[in-house]
Nanobody, 118 residues
Framework: QVQLVESGGGLVQAGGSLRLSCAAS????????MGWYRQAPGMQRELVAT???????NYADSVKGRFTISRDNAKNAIYLQMNSLKPEDTAVYYC????????????WGQGTQVTVSS
């Protein structure tokens, strides 16, 4: 069992910043790659950023240069620093983790709302 809990969402004006956190608990040893996804109303859930156990990162083109994903293994947590926020960044942001023993198994948090006003 792996549980993920996101926090840090909120309302911010365009150009502002937010820092999202994801705390993992349970069978932490099973976690492989972790990442952030987001979903706006009426749209598909999309990948935002991922980070491997070896600190290799990947970003969606829409956030590259503005968002930074990081992790703290001692705290079993990952973060998403979001700068220069745009209204199109408005979405529910979800934390995700893949099981290193079962590639088809994924864990999800409950999501945290990010709203960026014009």
């Amino acid at each position: 069992q792996v549980q993920l809990v996101e926090s840090g969402g909120g309302l911010v004006q365009a150009g502002g910043s937010l820092r999202l956190s994801c705390a993992a608990s349970g069978s932490i040893f099973r976690i492989n790659v972790m990442g952030w996804y987001r979903q706006a109303p009426g749209m598909q859930r999309e990948l935002v950023a991922t980070i491997t156990k070896g600190d290799t990162t990947n970003y969606a083109d829409s956030v590259k240069g503005r968002f930074t994903i990081s992790r703290d293994n001692a705290k079993n947590a990952i973060y998403l620093q979001m700068n220069s926020l745009k209204p199109e960044d408005t979405a529910v942001y979800y934390c995700n983790a893949l099981d290193r023993f079962a590639p088809g198994v994924a864990y999800w948090g409950q999501g945290t709302q990010v709203t960026v006003s014009s």
